[in-house]
């Protein structure tokens, strides 16, 4: 992909899909990117929300879950994407900022054994991350990303930072905390920012479990447990590698008496440790 005009495009010049938001102001002072989830039911309805004036609202761009990119928004035109926010001294972010959401149900509440949007519908367990927001005191579920959809957001992104010499990456909620809570817990927003920019130092990413958590084997629960499983909550690891949706970890220090301990845990029961 690549920039033309303010618009995303292919590597031939053909544009990305481009459904025009009204909901526009004037120009930006490039400093930011913020990422948000819609909070909807599907890409295409936060799409046509975003496209419509009684939204009073609108994003540079929304990514599906399957990694499909429309544009509402040119990049030089500022977007309402942001609210009443603040950052590093400025305030009104959306005059500095692009914004991105990714269709994503956002923050739910447990129904029977599975997981309720505020929308109504359901989602299984395996689609969504049971953790705390940093910005609050009790657990609640969140929907979880796809990793199809992650590595988009990547992608366009990292194009976005390089062609408009973004400063950071932030959240909805490091801008607006207390009034807004995504892109939430489920969205690696440490490993993302570091993906993009860099990191100060060498240090691995560092990672703790959400919950008493097996470690195995193997990456399935078809391998055989570890003699120090479960691993007991809040326990720190770094990720070595990924298989699917399970990940190879090295846990920090001493667990049960044991050092040096590595084995596979499943990734939905992980968090980045703050």
Not at 103 to 118: C, E, P, T, V
């Amino acid at each position: 992909m690549k920039i033309l005009r303010h618009k995303l495009c292919n590597d031939d010049g053909t544009p990305l899909p481009f459904r025009k938001s009204p909901n526009t102001g004037g120009k930006i002072d490039h400093r930011y990117l913020v990422m948000h989830y819609t909070a909807g039911r599907s890409a295409e309805s936060s799409v046509s929300w975003l496209a419509n004036s009684a939204s009073k609202a609108s994003a540079h761009i929304v990514i599906g879950r399957d990694g499909s990119v429309v544009q509402l928004v040119p990049f030089d035109t500022i977007a309402w994407h942001a609210g009443p926010s603040s950052w590093n001294g400025l305030k009104g972010l959306n005059k500095y900022s692009i914004g991105i959401e990714l269709d994503n149900a956002g923050k739910l509440i447990r129904h029977g054994n599975k997981w309720q949007s505020w929308f109504g519908t359901e989602y299984d367990e395996e689609d969504v991350i049971e953790a705390t927001h940093k910005n609050e005191s009790e657990p609640a579920g969140w929907h979880l990303y796809t990793q199809v959809q992650i590595e988009k957001a990547l992608e366009v992104s990292l194009l976005i930072m390089n062609y408009y010499d973004l400063g950071d990456v932030v959240g909805h909620d490091d801008i607006s905390p207390g009034r807004k809570n995504d892109p939430g817990p489920a969205f690696p927003i440490q490993s993302f920012r570091g993906r993009l920019i860099g990191r100060a130092d060498e240090e691995e990413i560092q990672y703790k479990t959400i919950t008493a958590l097996n470690i195995r084997t193997g990456p399935g629960t078809q391998h055989e447990r570890l003699t120090v499983s479960p691993l007991p909550k809040g326990t720190k690891v770094e990720i070595i590698r990924a298989q699917g949706s399970w990940r190879l970890v090295d846990v920090i220090g001493k667990v049960k008496g044991q050092m040096d301990v590595q084995g596979w845990v499943h990734g939905r029961y992980i968090t980045e440790a703050k």
